[in-house]
Protein backbone atom coordinates (compact mmCIF):
# COMPACT_ATOMS: atom_id res chain seq x y z
CA UNK A 1 0.00 0.00 0.00
CA UNK A 2 1.41 3.05 -0.63
CA UNK A 3 1.57 6.21 1.95
CA UNK A 4 1.84 9.76 1.44
CA UNK A 5 5.36 9.41 3.54
CA UNK A 6 7.22 7.23 1.36
CA UNK A 7 9.09 7.10 -1.13
CA UNK A 8 8.56 5.70 -4.67
CA UNK A 9 10.60 2.97 -3.89
CA UNK A 10 8.02 2.81 -0.85
CA UNK A 11 10.82 3.38 1.61
CA UNK A 12 9.43 6.14 4.57
CA UNK A 13 10.84 9.29 3.49
CA UNK A 14 12.00 11.62 6.24
CA UNK A 15 11.49 15.10 4.40
CA UNK A 16 7.98 13.73 3.22
CA UNK A 17 7.74 13.11 7.02
CA UNK A 18 8.78 15.98 8.65
CA UNK A 19 6.69 18.03 5.68
CA UNK A 20 3.26 16.40 6.61
CA UNK A 21 4.13 17.19 10.73
CA UNK A 22 4.82 20.69 9.51
CA UNK A 23 1.38 20.83 7.36
CA UNK A 24 -0.52 19.21 10.71
CA UNK A 25 0.72 22.31 13.19
CA UNK A 26 -0.98 25.13 12.32
CA UNK A 27 -4.46 23.20 12.57
CA UNK A 28 -3.32 21.59 15.80
CA UNK A 29 -2.52 25.40 17.41
CA UNK A 30 -5.97 26.55 15.88
CA UNK A 31 -7.85 23.42 17.61
CA UNK A 32 -6.08 23.93 20.10
CA UNK A 33 -6.82 27.88 20.32
CA UNK A 34 -10.01 27.60 20.00
CA UNK A 35 -10.38 24.76 22.79
CA UNK A 36 -8.73 27.32 24.76
CA UNK A 37 -10.94 29.92 24.21
CA UNK A 38 -7.25 32.35 22.19
CA UNK A 39 -9.01 33.06 19.63
CA UNK A 40 -11.08 36.01 21.26
CA UNK A 41 -14.71 36.66 21.07
CA UNK A 42 -15.54 35.44 17.56
CA UNK A 43 -13.39 32.48 17.34
CA UNK A 44 -14.76 31.32 14.33
CA UNK A 45 -14.27 34.26 12.29
CA UNK A 46 -10.74 34.11 13.95
CA UNK A 47 -10.33 30.90 12.66
CA UNK A 48 -11.68 31.68 9.25
CA UNK A 49 -8.68 34.13 9.16
CA UNK A 50 -5.86 31.76 9.83
CA UNK A 51 -6.77 29.08 7.86
CA UNK A 52 -7.10 31.62 5.18
CA UNK A 53 -3.74 32.34 5.91
CA UNK A 54 -2.18 29.26 6.06
CA UNK A 55 -3.55 28.28 3.03
CA UNK A 56 -1.45 31.25 1.10
CA UNK A 57 1.40 30.67 3.52
CA UNK A 58 1.73 26.53 2.39
CA UNK A 59 0.89 27.85 -1.62
CA UNK A 60 3.97 30.35 -1.45
CA UNK A 61 5.94 27.73 0.04
CA UNK A 62 4.90 24.92 -2.47
CA UNK A 63 6.03 27.51 -5.44
CA UNK A 64 9.30 28.08 -3.63
CA UNK A 65 10.44 24.55 -4.09
CA UNK A 66 11.40 24.31 -7.45
CA UNK A 67 13.84 27.29 -7.54
CA UNK A 68 15.09 26.48 -4.23
CA UNK A 69 15.42 22.92 -5.48
CA UNK A 70 17.48 24.45 -9.14
CA UNK A 71 19.46 26.29 -6.63
CA UNK A 72 20.88 24.05 -3.71
CA UNK A 73 21.34 21.25 -6.05
CA UNK A 74 18.96 19.16 -3.59
CA UNK A 75 16.77 16.75 -5.61
CA UNK A 76 14.73 15.48 -2.75
CA UNK A 77 13.26 18.95 -2.41
CA UNK A 78 10.65 17.88 -5.51
CA UNK A 79 9.28 14.83 -3.00
CA UNK A 80 7.77 17.74 -0.63
CA UNK A 81 5.87 20.18 -3.27
CA UNK A 82 2.73 18.24 -3.74
CA UNK A 83 2.45 17.83 -0.08
CA UNK A 84 2.57 21.49 0.51
CA UNK A 85 0.54 22.01 -2.45
CA UNK A 86 -2.53 19.54 -0.83
CA UNK A 87 -2.17 21.36 2.10
CA UNK A 88 -2.69 24.82 0.69
CA UNK A 89 -5.70 23.55 -0.81
CA UNK A 90 -6.90 21.71 2.31
CA UNK A 91 -6.71 25.18 4.27
CA UNK A 92 -8.38 26.60 1.68
CA UNK A 93 -11.24 24.02 1.76
CA UNK A 94 -10.79 24.59 5.46
CA UNK A 95 -11.15 28.56 4.90
CA UNK A 96 -14.54 28.29 3.11
CA UNK A 97 -15.90 25.40 5.21
CA UNK A 98 -15.76 27.80 8.56
CA UNK A 99 -16.89 30.97 6.17
CA UNK A 100 -20.04 28.76 5.87
CA UNK A 101 -20.24 28.04 9.37
CA UNK A 102 -20.30 31.08 9.99
CA UNK A 103 -22.83 31.88 7.66
CA UNK A 104 -25.18 29.45 9.44
CA UNK A 105 -25.13 27.20 6.50
CA UNK A 106 -27.29 29.32 4.50
CA UNK A 107 -25.96 28.29 0.96
CA UNK A 108 -28.33 31.10 -0.54
CA UNK A 109 -26.73 33.43 1.73
CA UNK A 110 -23.15 32.39 1.15
CA UNK A 111 -23.85 32.57 -2.52
CA UNK A 112 -25.32 36.31 -2.72
CA UNK A 113 -22.59 37.04 -0.67
CA UNK A 114 -19.90 35.92 -2.92
CA UNK A 115 -21.36 37.63 -5.58
CA UNK A 116 -21.73 40.81 -4.41
CA UNK A 117 -18.45 41.25 -2.52
CA UNK A 118 -15.70 41.60 -4.63
CA UNK A 119 -13.11 40.11 -2.53
CA UNK A 120 -15.08 36.89 -1.42
CA UNK A 121 -15.45 36.49 -5.32
CA UNK A 122 -11.74 36.84 -5.66
CA UNK A 123 -11.09 34.68 -2.97
CA UNK A 124 -13.65 31.81 -4.19
CA UNK A 125 -11.99 32.36 -7.72
CA UNK A 126 -8.67 31.27 -6.07
CA UNK A 127 -10.34 28.01 -4.43
CA UNK A 128 -12.37 26.95 -7.66
CA UNK A 129 -8.36 27.29 -9.11
CA UNK A 130 -6.58 25.66 -6.20
CA UNK A 131 -9.15 22.86 -6.09
CA UNK A 132 -8.71 22.32 -10.57
CA UNK A 133 -4.61 21.88 -9.10
CA UNK A 134 -5.36 19.55 -6.55
CA UNK A 135 -7.51 17.17 -8.50
CA UNK A 136 -5.10 16.87 -11.24
CA UNK A 137 -1.78 16.68 -9.45
CA UNK A 138 -1.59 12.75 -9.18
CA UNK A 139 0.65 10.69 -11.06
CA UNK A 140 -2.00 9.48 -13.24
CA UNK A 141 -3.72 12.84 -14.30
CA UNK A 142 -0.20 13.94 -14.89
CA UNK A 143 0.40 11.12 -17.51
CA UNK A 144 -2.96 11.47 -19.07
CA UNK A 145 -2.78 15.08 -18.82
CA UNK A 146 0.46 15.44 -21.25
CA UNK A 147 1.47 19.16 -22.11
CA UNK A 148 -1.76 20.22 -21.11
CA UNK A 149 -1.16 19.53 -17.32
CA UNK A 150 2.17 21.81 -17.88
CA UNK A 151 -0.24 24.88 -18.97
CA UNK A 152 -2.83 24.21 -16.25
CA UNK A 153 -0.51 24.32 -13.44
CA UNK A 154 1.13 27.51 -15.13
CA UNK A 155 -1.97 28.99 -13.49
CA UNK A 156 -0.38 28.48 -9.76
CA UNK A 157 1.31 31.93 -10.24
CA UNK A 158 -2.31 34.41 -10.75
CA UNK A 159 -4.04 32.02 -8.42
CA UNK A 160 -1.35 33.27 -5.89
CA UNK A 161 -1.50 36.95 -6.88
CA UNK A 162 -5.53 36.43 -6.40
CA UNK A 163 -4.78 35.30 -2.89
CA UNK A 164 -2.97 37.61 -1.94
CA UNK A 165 -5.03 39.81 -3.46
CA UNK A 166 -8.02 38.64 -1.11
CA UNK A 167 -5.64 39.06 2.12
CA UNK A 168 -4.77 42.46 0.87
CA UNK A 169 -8.45 43.08 0.84
CA UNK A 170 -9.26 41.62 4.44
CA UNK A 171 -6.41 43.01 5.84
CA UNK A 172 -7.56 46.98 5.46
CA UNK A 173 -5.06 49.07 6.86
CA UNK A 174 -2.17 46.72 8.06
CA UNK A 175 -0.83 44.88 5.39
CA UNK A 176 2.17 44.07 6.17
CA UNK A 177 2.17 40.43 5.95
CA UNK A 178 0.28 40.43 2.33
CA UNK A 179 2.64 43.03 1.34
CA UNK A 180 5.26 40.50 2.59
CA UNK A 181 3.40 37.81 0.27
CA UNK A 182 3.35 39.97 -2.46
CA UNK A 183 7.28 40.42 -2.53
CA UNK A 184 8.28 37.24 -1.91
CA UNK A 185 5.91 35.89 -5.14
CA UNK A 186 7.30 38.99 -7.25
CA UNK A 187 10.65 37.06 -6.44
CA UNK A 188 9.71 33.49 -7.72
CA UNK A 189 7.77 34.80 -10.51
CA UNK A 190 11.56 36.81 -11.16
CA UNK A 191 13.51 33.01 -10.62
CA UNK A 192 10.88 31.72 -13.02
CA UNK A 193 11.70 35.02 -15.91
CA UNK A 194 15.22 34.44 -15.07
CA UNK A 195 15.10 30.93 -16.01
CA UNK A 196 12.77 31.27 -19.12
CA UNK A 197 15.31 33.92 -20.31
CA UNK A 198 18.56 31.49 -19.70
CA UNK A 199 19.90 33.29 -16.63
CA UNK A 200 21.61 30.69 -13.95
CA UNK A 201 19.15 30.62 -11.32
CA UNK A 202 22.14 29.31 -9.35
CA UNK A 203 24.51 32.30 -9.99
CA UNK A 204 25.41 34.29 -7.22
CA UNK A 205 24.97 37.78 -9.44
CA UNK A 206 21.33 36.36 -10.43
CA UNK A 207 19.72 35.96 -7.58
CA UNK A 208 21.61 39.38 -5.52
CA UNK A 209 19.66 41.08 -9.20
CA UNK A 210 16.17 38.80 -8.07
CA UNK A 211 16.54 40.27 -4.26
CA UNK A 212 16.85 43.85 -5.46
CA UNK A 213 14.11 43.59 -8.04
CA UNK A 214 11.83 42.07 -5.17
CA UNK A 215 12.40 44.26 -2.63
CA UNK A 216 11.66 47.09 -5.03
CA UNK A 217 8.58 45.49 -6.31
CA UNK A 218 7.61 45.29 -3.00
CA UNK A 219 8.11 48.91 -1.94
CA UNK A 220 5.57 50.07 -5.11
CA UNK A 221 3.07 47.31 -4.11
CA UNK A 222 3.21 48.78 -0.85
CA UNK A 223 2.96 52.20 -2.09
CA UNK A 224 0.00 51.31 -4.76
CA UNK A 225 -2.20 49.79 -1.62
CA UNK A 226 -2.24 52.51 -0.09
CA UNK A 227 -2.81 55.16 -2.76
CA UNK A 228 -5.36 53.38 -4.20
CA UNK A 229 -7.28 51.75 -1.12
CA UNK A 230 -6.57 53.45 1.82
CA UNK A 231 -6.98 57.37 2.66
CA UNK A 232 -3.42 56.96 4.70
CA UNK A 233 -0.83 59.08 2.35
CA UNK A 234 1.11 56.77 0.56
CA UNK A 235 4.57 59.10 0.76
CA UNK A 236 4.55 58.72 4.32
CA UNK A 237 4.69 54.47 3.92
CA UNK A 238 6.87 55.12 1.02
CA UNK A 239 9.61 56.99 3.19
CA UNK A 240 8.99 54.53 6.53
CA UNK A 241 11.03 52.29 3.88
CA UNK A 242 14.41 54.37 4.93
CA UNK A 243 13.68 54.32 8.86
CA UNK A 244 13.93 51.55 11.14
CA UNK A 245 12.74 54.01 14.22
CA UNK A 246 9.17 51.76 14.62
CA UNK A 247 9.28 48.38 12.69
CA UNK A 248 11.31 46.99 9.29
CA UNK A 249 9.05 47.17 6.40
CA UNK A 250 7.86 44.19 4.35
CA UNK A 251 10.63 45.23 1.35
CA UNK A 252 13.70 44.97 3.87
CA UNK A 253 12.45 41.07 4.89
CA UNK A 254 11.61 40.38 0.95
CA UNK A 255 15.40 41.39 0.58
CA UNK A 256 16.87 39.82 3.60
CA UNK A 257 14.71 36.60 2.38
CA UNK A 258 15.80 36.60 -0.99
CA UNK A 259 19.62 36.82 -0.40
CA UNK A 260 19.95 33.76 1.79
CA UNK A 261 19.96 32.01 -1.58
CA UNK A 262 23.02 34.30 -3.06
CA UNK A 263 24.60 33.76 0.48
CA UNK A 264 24.12 30.02 0.12
CA UNK A 265 25.45 30.02 -3.40
CA UNK A 266 28.39 32.36 -2.49
CA UNK A 267 29.40 30.03 0.32
CA UNK A 268 28.93 26.25 -1.15
CA UNK A 269 31.86 26.00 -3.42
CA UNK A 270 33.97 26.59 -0.07
CA UNK A 271 32.32 23.89 1.45
CA UNK A 272 32.22 21.68 -1.09
CA UNK A 273 29.82 19.42 -3.35
CA UNK A 274 29.35 16.25 -3.74
CA UNK A 275 28.17 16.55 -7.66
CA UNK A 276 24.91 15.18 -7.50
CA UNK A 277 22.90 16.31 -10.54
CA UNK A 278 19.54 16.84 -10.43
CA UNK A 279 16.85 14.32 -12.68
CA UNK A 280 13.90 16.80 -13.61
CA UNK A 281 12.01 14.31 -14.65
CA UNK A 282 12.05 13.00 -10.62
CA UNK A 283 9.13 12.32 -9.10
CA UNK A 284 7.45 14.71 -7.12
Request: net charge positive; with cysteine.
Amino acid sequence: MKYPWNDRAGKPSVIKIAALAVAFLPLLWIAASYKTNILGPRPITQAIHETGDWAIRFFLVSLTISPLRAITRWSKLILVRRILGLTALAYALLHFSLYIVDQNFNLSRVATEIWLRIYLLIGFVTLLGLVALGVTSTDATIRRMGKNWNRLHRLAYPLAALGILHFFMQSKADVTEPTLMAGLLLALIAYRVAKVWDFDIAAVPTLIAVAVIAAFGTVLIEYAWFAIATRIPPSRVLLANLSFSHSIRPSWWVLMACLIPAFWAAIKPMIGNDGRKINPLSAK
